[in-house]
């Protein structure tokens, strides 16, 4: 997992973009959040880069929430 995060804040790094701070709320409900404003727009092209940052922060949220979960309550991930 921290491998796998490492990987992600590189790319952010390169798109020069900031880690989503979800201040007051966990990162699952920050992920929820960002997921039911997801929209899928029938026929319409998203421009690729929009596209990009929004995949890149669901990720660096979703590998928080699985640090909070089971990193974190799981000794023996603590090496995932």
């Known amino acids: ?12 790094h390169e798109l020069h973009e900031d880690r989503d701070p979800h201040d ?15 929209s899928l727009t029938e026929g319409g092209v998203q421009d ?5 940052k929004a995949l890149l922060a669901r990720c660096l949220l979703w590998c928080e929430v699985i640090q909070e979960k089971y990193v974190s309550s799981n000794p023996r991930m603590n090496s995932c």
Do not use: D, P, T
């Open 48 to 52: 690729g880069e929009v596209v990009v």
């Open 1 to 12: 997992m921290k491998e796998l995060e490492a990987q992600l804040l590189a790319i952010q």
């Open 24 to 38: 007051g709320k966990s990162a699952e409900e920050a992920y929820s959040e960002r997921l039911n404003n997801l």
